[in-house]
């Protein structure tokens, strides 16, 4: 039993306490009436990093400040660079919390405030591993340095200003940041007496196609059947981009694609997902995708394209009989890692120019892109992540991916050059960014527990 | 020389006065602040078919009266119903007219008013024929019936009610207005010194189509690819109604169509169609539609499929990654001659029914449909308006459709088993529903003298 463990158990209250403390302040970043609260916020947690003897800095930015952190630097082990976020969404709307988000509150062993989970609560727990370490240990086994910005919810405009070294001073960021691997505790496990590590995110890449026939509607009498419809060509080509089976047609689109392995699929197929319970949490009668892979494949690992929003013509009641002069369509699809933006990109549009109809001018509008994430099955940090949780959880975590894009990985990726290990301690159903947001307080104490492991193991692997 | 040519000539200036006089009363019927100048016009109207000898009534209905008049039957001779409204357009935007809408300004040998040539001034030039004839030749040759309705610029309510037999009282309707052939003149020529005869008009049938797919928007990157998207559904549901030759692919679609004969067509294309100043008009880089038709065939005697208004998930600024939880369109079929809209509807309904990707809950709406409208060429009445108009413009008319529906014409062909003659005297450039209508008074003029020999060469036509 590690040193550490006893001194856990005998501050839960305390660590229950603190973490009330800290939620009580209203960080909502978003809102610029509760500018005061999230400053607060953000010197509640320098302080309390400053307590545990680190270096620390509240750093001013465009928006809200950052608070970092950093513990020395020790010989011949790792850096951890742990990334979070003190703010928190709008509470709204008030009335359907059955206690209010600013005064946390226990019940059935879940603890109730906005923040909770997301991400105060998660977020602490390397706090508290970390104050483990230092009253019971003396010292840290791995270098950590805190990374906790005051605006996710709202953009995270500063911590990107940050990360493009706008903020320097005396050494670069990439050089202050410099770390073996990233930690983020802002997700949740596979389920209730599950815990899980992310492994993978798909990337994504966000279009937006305007098309533009007759310089205005056309009565669709007179004119119909001698010039382009733009609803009709709309239609035509966003067909064209996916086929029956659900493949997407823009050449080249699979090239890059790294399969998905005979491990990682069985590690999905054996996560036995419920596809009649999905059903019938989304309301369809069916589930639908590319043919031949699981639904979990689907969602976590495979490209897909949707359309997220179209618009032409009359949309009013009843019937108007114009052809219209123009329409749109905003449509994103989700890539997998090794997937390149900018090649899909230039595909797309060359693709899109030839089957855009005679009489018909087309602009295509690139929103953002950001490339999938994946850490290979045999990381080291992977394995010392699913040991340390497994400990602190007492059950071993499964693998899982994720479906949607966490933008400050790619940067840490692309930026800092570092992987990021996705921990998370919240359940689903936690009611992040809803009223009555909650969080198990015996996996906020498992979260601890397994942080503290986690430095342990990650001071196994050899620099 | 006919008769009653020098008395046309004579009663040139009379005529402008006398319609001037009518225009001046801005009988708008949509906007019920102009009721009583609606009810003005009806009885200036009514006055005036009551002095040519007419039997008259002014027939209340739910919304502006009906002004009828019928000259006394004339044994074994053809009776003509004709039908024009006495209403008119909103004049707005009324800073851009050069003259205001209700003070008729003659210039450029043009009249300027709302209404020159909607329809006060194509309609009364069947008064004025009738006038001409009663004053040189005591009687018509013909029995004249007039059906002048005051609510065909908002929706017609009074007048179907009344040919549905609503307002019947010691007749049914169908009897009251027994005729043999209906005139009409609320249209234009072929162009500046061409008349025509429209001898066909295309049906339509317009629908709705509305998808809904999970019971509401969610995440894209978190769902995406495992559920079926209602607004990718709805693109491909379009697209599969058309294939790349414009050809619709609903099953049985051209099964009734009546092919254009070689004579149409010949004709057609003798107009030599202009498609390069057609192409500038739209402002638009190239035609489109049916592979092997001509753009008139197109437009006038081919049916279309056009997507009139189409919605799905996000339409704001900017980036927004949800797969929509519905989508909708609105969307139309022109029909022409002898193609059945029941039978359409049936056979679309099936098909959608059919190609409706699974996980997705499909609503078809039904809005209006009216079959398309076709005089044979050898139609004796036509040949009794093509020598009319030749006597009165001096030039044979052109035998031209129109693309769009005149639902009145359906009415008669359908309630009251009687073919309408079309016989426009006004401009394509007109401003019908725009600022600066105006009617050229020469057309007007030659207007009135086709209108007297039309009930001449009518009157030939054995009953």
Redo the contacts between chains.
């Keep these: 039993m590690a040193t550490f463990e006893s001194y856990l158990d005998d501050n839960k209250t305390r660590f229950e306490q603190d973490l009330c403390d800290w939620l009580k302040i209203a960080s909502i970043s978003t809102d610029s009436a509760y500018k005061e609260q999230v400053l607060q916020a953000a010197q509640w947690l320098h302080r309390r990093i400053d307590a545990l003897g680190f270096h620390t800095e509240l750093i001013e930015t465009c928006g809200h400040p950052i608070v970092y952190g950093e513990s020395p630097a020790i010989a011949n082990a790792p850096t951890v660079l742990v990334y979070g976020h003190y703010d928190v969404q709008p509470p709204d709307p008030l009335d359907e919390w059955e206690t209010p988000p600013f005064e946390p509150n226990i019940r059935g062993g879940n603890l109730y405030a906005r923040g909770a989970t997301d991400d105060k609560g998660q977020m602490i727990t390397h706090l508290f591993s970390v104050e483990a370490w230092k009253k019971t240990m003396g010292d840290l086994p791995v270098q950590i340095k805190f990374l906790i910005e005051g605006e996710e919810e709202c953009g995270s405009g500063g911590l990107y200003e940050f990360l493009a070294g706008k903020y320097d001073q005396d050494q670069p960021v990439t050089e202050k940041l410099a770390a073996d691997i990233a930690v983020i505790s802002d997700c949740s496990q596979y389920g209730p007496g599950q815990p899980a590590i992310t492994y993978g995110l ?1 990337g ?1 890449c ?1 279009f ?1 196609l305007l098309l533009n ?3 205005q509607d ?12 733009p ?2 060509a ?3 080509m ?2 064209a981009l ?1 086929d029956e089976q ?1 493949r997407i047609q823009i050449p080249g689109f699979y090239d890059d694609v790294i399969p998905l392995t005979e491990l990682e699929r069985k590690q999905f197929a054996d996560l036995n997902f419920d596809n009649d319970a ?1 059903m019938k949490q ?9 043919a031949g892979y699981s ?1 979990l494949e ?2 976590w690992a ?15 009641e ?7 002069a123009h ?1 749109g ?2 449509f ?1 699809f ?1 890539l997998v890692p090794n997937q390149d933006v900018e090649k899909i990109t230039e595909s797309l549009r060359t693709m899109l120019l030839q089957i855009c ?3 018909i ?1 087309m602009e295509l509008v690139e ?2 892109g950001a490339p999938g994430f994946v850490l290979p099955l045999e990381n080291p940090y992977m394995q010392a992540a699913s040991d340390a949780i497994e400990h602190g959880f007492g059950t071993k975590p499964v693998l899982i991916r ?4 966490i933008p400050v990985v790619n940067s840490f990726s692309s930026q800092l050059k570092i992987d990021t290990l996705l921990l998370g301690w919240g359940q689903d159903d936690d009611n992040l960014h809803s009223p009555n947001e909650k969080f198990s307080l015996a996996d906020f104490h498992k979260g601890i527990r397994s942080s503290a492991y986690l430095w342990q193991e990650i001071a196994k692997i050899p620099t």
Tied chains: 1, 2.
């Design positions: 798909r994504i966000y937006e026939g007759p310089s056309l009565h669709s009498g007179a004119f119909g059947g001698s010039v382009a419809n609803a009709n709309l239609s035509k966003m067909t996916i659900g999905y989304l309301d369809v009668d069916d589930l639908s995708g590319e639904t689907r969602r495979r490209p897909t394209f949707d359309i997220n929003g179209m618009w032409s013509g009359y949309q009013g009843g019937a108007k009989t114009i052809l219209p329409a369509a905003k994103s989700r109809p005679a009489g001018q929103h953002h994720s479906g949607g894009s």
